[in-house]
């Protein structure tokens, strides 16, 4: 209880009550903690700016006895306004929260999650990356940092006669082993796949590849994540109808 304060980055925010906010903030040390933003929904309210979806800074904030946290103040650092300023990518950082809650739940610190969802996000920003690699990269190193990591390689009866990718097992399968949920994919995806697992974690972005392979990337990350979470995202559903409809 009282004041303390954590440095993150909001990754929600519904309105709560009239003329207020409710914040999931994701921190360092607390994981992602729920904060009350009073009065941020007024136009006069000096914390309405920064108490906007992927604010990122300092947030001095108040615990009470009943266990609800509210906003003192919050020191932004950053806004990456350009990801707010684009439809798509607004969309495709509105999908990362979601999934980034939905495997981690709130009050479970996880620092290297944190720092991926920033990179994923500042590249978004300011540098010229495809939507389909950075979104490839973050579903595939959300799983692999949250336990899911997948099996590049041999197959699991030790056979290298590689014949698809078994999304259940979360594993490269030969013909023998191979269930229903499973795709033959191509070398360079597999190349991919094993770099995101397995690079340093400033690196993740740091390979190249065709419009074609990332296509092909994105849409097998996002079936191996939907398979292990066993649930559907709206949010996704939306960033894909955004895309179709950009000229």
């Given at each position: 209880?009282?004041?303390?304060?954590?440095?993150?980055?909001i990754?929600?925010?519904?309105?709560?009550g009239e003329?207020?906010?409710?914040l999931?903030?994701?921190t360092?040390?607390?994981g992602i903690?729920k904060?009350?933003?009073?009065?941020?929904?007024?136009?006069?309210?000096?914390?309405?700016?920064?108490?906007q979806?992927?604010?990122c800074?300092?947030?001095?904030?108040?615990e009470?006895?009943?266990?609800t946290?509210s906003?003192?103040?919050?020191?932004?650092a950053?806004?990456?306004?350009p990801?707010s300023e684009?439809?798509?990518?607004?969309?495709?950082?509105?999908?990362?929260?979601?999934?980034?809650?939905a495997?981690?739940?709130?009050?479970n610190p996880?620092?290297?999650?944190?720092?991926?969802f920033?990179?994923?996000v500042y590249?978004?920003?300011?540098?010229?990356?495809?939507?389909?690699k950075?979104?490839?990269?973050y579903?595939?190193?959300?799983m692999?940092?949250?336990g899911?990591m997948?099996?590049?390689?041999?197959?699991?009866?030790?056979?290298?006669?590689?014949?698809?990718?078994?999304?259940?097992?979360?594993?490269?399968?030969?013909?023998?082993?191979?269930?229903k949920?499973s795709?033959?994919l191509?070398p360079?995806?597999?190349?991919?796949?094993a770099y995101?697992?397995?690079?340093?974690?400033?690196?993740i972005l740091?390979?190249?590849?065709?419009?074609?392979?990332?296509?092909?990337l994105g849409?097998?990350?996002e079936?191996?994540?939907?398979?292990?979470?066993?649930?559907?995202f709206?949010?996704?559903d939306?960033?894909?109808?955004?895309?179709?409809?950009?000229?």
């Amino acid at each position: 209880m009282g004041v303390f304060k954590e440095r993150g980055i909001i990754i929600k925010q519904n309105d709560y009550g009239e003329g207020h906010r409710m914040l999931s903030i994701f921190t360092a040390s607390r994981g992602i903690i729920k904060a009350v933003s009073y009065g941020a929904k007024r136009q006069k309210s000096k914390s309405a700016a920064a108490s906007q979806f992927l604010c990122c800074g300092e947030f001095e904030l108040y615990e009470s006895n009943r266990g609800t946290a509210s906003i003192n103040s919050i020191n932004a650092a950053e806004s990456f306004s350009p990801v707010s300023e684009d439809i798509e990518k607004l969309a495709l950082c509105t999908y990362f929260a979601d999934i980034t809650y939905a495997m981690l739940g709130e009050g479970n610190p996880d620092e290297r999650l944190l720092k991926t969802f920033l990179n994923v996000v500042y590249a978004l920003a300011y540098r010229d990356e495809p939507l389909d690699k950075v979104k490839a990269v973050y579903e595939l190193r959300l799983m692999t940092l949250e336990g899911y990591m997948p099996n590049i390689g041999a197959c699991g009866c030790g056979s290298r006669d590689i014949c698809a990718f078994d999304f259940d097992k979360g594993s490269t399968v030969c013909a023998k082993c191979r269930g229903k949920n499973s795709a033959v994919l191509s070398p360079g995806v597999y190349r991919a796949m094993a770099y995101i697992t397995r690079a340093e974690d400033k690196r993740i972005l740091s390979f190249t590849g065709s419009a074609a392979l990332f296509k092909e990337l994105g849409a097998a990350s996002e079936r191996y994540l939907l398979t292990h979470t066993e649930r559907s995202f709206k949010s996704l559903d939306y960033y894909k109808l955004m895309r179709q409809l950009q000229p």
